[in-house]
């Protein structure tokens, strides 16, 4: 479902992020495929230095459908930055993605919360983040950080995933699921 970012997939997620639906919510804007190309080369070299992380989502076929990042790392925190090609809107891969994501996260790379800033006009994305069980508001947890992303124009709500929200939840699921066997 995810792996590294790699050059080999430039081609095909170039194609799916210049979609006139997907490219306003891409951080990482490119306008021609040798720019896209400099800029997975650059989200590689970042990731090198522990800036980011950042992954290629693939489809059940192995095929590069979008991206997931976790930008802007400080104090074992940062801020999730996720896209998906209009083709795979609504079929279930965004969440798929972000959980194996958060576990990566969590259990391997010692993050502490995930920061989202949505804007408030993206109810796409809003609802997606909604969906998230262990996701809380943080307008009012982290003023500071929402004055950040709100300095030029109050635009964005902020959502914060803690790793001690997600565990609670993970391992909450997996008791459910060992008594549902035991039954």
């Not at 997939?9 to 306003?24: G, H, R, S, T």
């Not at 090198?48 to 074992?76: A, C, Y």
């Not at 809107?89 to 800033?117: C, R, T, V, W």
Request: proline share 4%; charged share 30%.
């Amino acid at each position: 479902m995810l792996k590294k970012r790699d050059l080999h997939d430039v081609p095909a997620l170039f194609d799916l992020m210049i979609d006139p639906e997907v490219f306003p919510y891409v951080r990482h804007k490119a306008d021609t495929s040798d720019e896209y190309y400099f800029i997975t080369k650059q989200t590689i070299e970042a990731e090198e230095r522990g800036e980011l992380i950042s992954r290629t989502i693939l489809d059940e076929w192995g095929q590069p459908i979008g991206t997931i990042n976790l930008f802007d790392i400080q104090e074992n925190r940062g801020f999730l930055a996720t896209w998906i090609g209009k083709p795979y809107f609504g079929k279930g891969y965004n969440q798929i993605a972000k959980e194996a994501f958060f576990k990566e996260l969590f259990f391997q790379l010692d993050i502490e919360g995930i920061f989202m800033k949505i804007r408030r006009a993206n109810v796409r994305s809003l609802k997606a983040a909604l969906k998230i069980p262990y996701v809380v508001n943080a307008n009012e947890l982290y003023p500071d950080v929402f004055q950040w992303i709100n300095r030029h124009e109050e635009v964005y709500d902020l959502y914060m995933i803690s790793k001690e929200q997600y565990m609670f939840h993970y391992y909450g699921e997996q008791t459910s699921e060992e008594e549902v066997l035991e039954a």
